[in-house]
Structures are given as C-alpha cells and as structure tokens.
C-alpha cells in the first residue's frame, strides 16, 4: 500500500493510467445534509491522490479536468469517485489541490512532532487525532495538562522547527523487518503489502500511511491552541500549524485593528475598556429592570382603575423582557380581563403570554400562536410561547376581538 503521493509527497502532477471504471452511489455529507451521488468508481495504476487514513482526510484534485473530492482505500488500491467516467487502459493526468495537501502535510507532520515531544517529555502518548477544517487536536492519555507543560511543549516543538530536523520515510517488507523501536497503534484488518515509517531525527519513528513534509522547517511555526477535557479521563490538545497559525494571526489582527475602532484605543487598552463598558452596561440594564417594573406595576393600575374594566387588553413593549409581563399580570391579578402580552422587536420574533379564564386560553392560545409563528403551551390561565412574527400581532388581535363580538 504505498502510492506515489506516499513515495513522494510534494508531487503535483502525475500521469496514470485507468485501470477499471464502475458505476457507483456515493453516500456522503454536502453542507451539512445526506447525499447520495451518481459516479463512478475509478481505479488508476498510481495515484498522488491520496486516500484518507492515519486520521489524515483524502486528497482532492483532478483527473484530467474532472474534479475529485473523494478518494477512499480498499486493501492496496486507491478508488477515486468521479461523477463522469473514463474508459479502461485511457492515459490520464492527475492534478493535486496543493493548497489542501500542503495543509494537510503540515497538520499531520505536525500532529507526529507533538505527540512524540509529549512523550518524550511528560510520558503523554497520543490515543488518537483529529485533522479538522479549521482547527485539528490530539488526545493525550491524562486527566490534565498544566499550562506550563503546554507552553514548554510549545517551545520544544518549534525549536525542533528552527532546528530545520529531517523528516525521512523508509518502507519495510518481508525482506526488512520493521524495528522493534517504531511507534504504532497497529495496521488496519485490511492492510495489505509494505509498511511505511516517519521519521523525525534523532526523536521517533512511527509508523504512519500519511503525506509528510520532508524537514520540520516547513512546518514554520506551531501553536498549541487550548487544552481541555475529553473522554475517559483524557486531554484533548488543541493545535495549529504553518499556514493555519498565519491565516489564524491575520484574523486575530484584523479583529484587534477593528476592536482599535470601535473602542477608540489601542490594543492595550481593550481588556480594561471592554471590563468598564460590561460594568456600565450591567449598572444600566439593572436601572432599565428597576423602571420596568416600575411601569409594569403603574400600567397594571391604570389598567384596574379603568369603568367599565375592558373585556381583553392587549400590551406590546419592545424592551421589556419575561419578568415584566409577570410583574404586570401579578399586578392586575384579575383573570376576568384576558391579556395579550408580548415583548421583542415589533417586525421580527419576540414571545408573548396569554392569560385569562382556563376556557378562553386553550381556546384563543394555540390560534394566537399560529398566526405569530411560534411554539407556545399552556396550563390553566396562562399560555405562553416564542414567536416568530410579532408584526402579524394586528391579527392575532383580531382574533380576540372577533371571539368578543
């Protein structure tokens, strides 16, 4: 099982030839839903497209100008999903994103650094990883990881990077034994032919079918993200590496310059005007609650002050929020008059309650909370629900009024 793009990882373009090409249905996820794709199965006599394992995901590339995004391993042979088909003994070229590759190359070799570093150092080995989109992660096998650890382990990997250490791939067979000092969690049930070791000079080989870089320079840099709790007493170490810590830095500044703006000071400054601005505002949002229901309870008066008192009173206050129409319905303590309470902006969702005589709420309730868009649910006097379009509430009025006549 080794293919050309395990032979030599930074190949680009490959010449091949199709060695079958079979209809197939491909099951598989596009923005978040279940597919299933009209292909076919395509198997080359080499590829540098490589198909996922090692926690690495496939390649995606070309076979002549037909797009590949699916390339999965059975035994020793590589099959590509095409959507289109080719014909057996046809002469392709293969075409590798390099972007996604080279990504990929640096998370994985990376992704062997760290975990042989924190072994080497802290006695942590790696139970597993994971290659992700945007951020990758391994699972160390301890409860915790202190910060210091982290920060240390940080440095030692990047000095290995500055070090420019040699990353080497040596393949074993039946006439070479693997040796008895390479790291492995086992091959899969399916594996078939030569095993192929990474190595980092002068720190391990592991046995591995990925794409890796050729010197731990290319990496660039690495950063350890965050650590947090996993499953069965673990630690999953968040991490990026090369390219991903440069788009992330970007970001990062980018975010800051705006933050600079916004703030009307500089990057320094950002923590202790954010923390007085949170302070401001929790001193205002108390003083806002203070005068709600200050106003819930005076409208409630107004309301029972009222001769002949009204059949139904319908209220709507953007600002307000659940404890005021608690406050008012306590208040008004008077079942006998029904009431359309709602809060949240006027053109959009918000949520209301609906209280009132038993009969009238399980009868007007769920029609009232039809018209608003929303879910809702009731039990005595009282329903109440989260809506979707309070400026349909002129109609859910009208209801109320109509059952009045």
């Known amino acids: 099982m080794v293919f050309a793009c395990q032979n030599d990882s930074f190949l680009k373009q490959f010449d091949s030839t199709v060695v079958s090409c079979k209809e197939k249905q491909l099951k598989t996820v596009t923005d978040g839903k279940k597919v299933t794709l009209n292909g076919y199965d395509v198997i080359l006599n080499d590829t540098i497209l490589f198909p996922e394992g090692g926690g690495q995901p496939c390649d995606h590339g070309f076979i002549n100008d037909r797009r590949i995004e699916n390339v999965r391993r059975e035994g020793a042979t590589a099959v590509h999903f095409s959507e289109s088909p080719f014909k057996e003994g046809e002469r392709v070229s293969v075409v590798i994103d390099w972007k996604r590759r080279f990504d990929h190359m640096q998370q ?24 992700g989109k945007e951020i990758s992660h391994i699972e160390l096998d301890t409860p915790s990881i202190k910060n210091e650890e982290i920060q240390q382990l940080e440095e030692i990997v990047n000095e290995y990077i500055r070090n420019s250490t040699p990353v080497t791939v040596n393949t074993y067979g039946e006439q070479n034994p693997i040796p008895k000092e390479v790291r492995t969690r086992g091959l899969p049930d399916d594996h078939v032919g030569d095993v192929r070791v990474v190595t980092i000079e002068g720190l391990e080989n592991n046995m591995c079918c990925g794409t890796h870089v050729t010197n731990l320079s290319q990496l660039q840099v690495i950063k350890l993200v965050r650590a947090e709790k996993g499953k069965k ?173």
């Open 108 to 131: 994985h070799s990376g992704q062997h650094l760290i975990t042989a570093v924190a072994d080497k150092e802290y006695g942590y080995s790696t139970t597993s990883w994971w290659l």
């Open 233 to 405: 007493g673990k630690v999953n170490l968040e991490f990026l590496v090369g390219g991903r810590v440069m788009r992330q830095m970007a970001t990062m500044y980018n975010r800051e310059q705006s933050l600079s703006n916004l703030l009307k000071n500089s990057p320094a400054g950002h923590v202790e005007q954010v923390d007085k601005l949170q302070k401001s505002l929790k001193a205002a949002n108390k003083n806002l609650q203070t005068v709600l229901k200050d106003l819930a309870a005076c409208t409630a008066r107004e309301l029972l002050s009222q001769s002949p008192r009204p059949k139904y009173y319908c209220l709507h206050r953007k600002e307000a929020d659940s404890d005021f129409m608690s406050i008012f319905i306590n208040e008004v303590n008077c079942p006998e008059i029904l009431l359309l309470l709602t809060i949240g902006d006027e053109m959009g969702a918000g949520q209301l309650v609906f209280h009132g005589t038993p009969e009238i709420v399980s009868h007007l309730g769920p029609q009232i909370c039809e018209v608003l868009e929303g879910k809702g649910a009731g039990k005595g006097q009282k329903y109440q629900a989260k809506v979707k379009s309070l400026n349909h509430r002129s109609k859910a009025i009208e209801l109320i009024e109509k059952y009045f006549e």
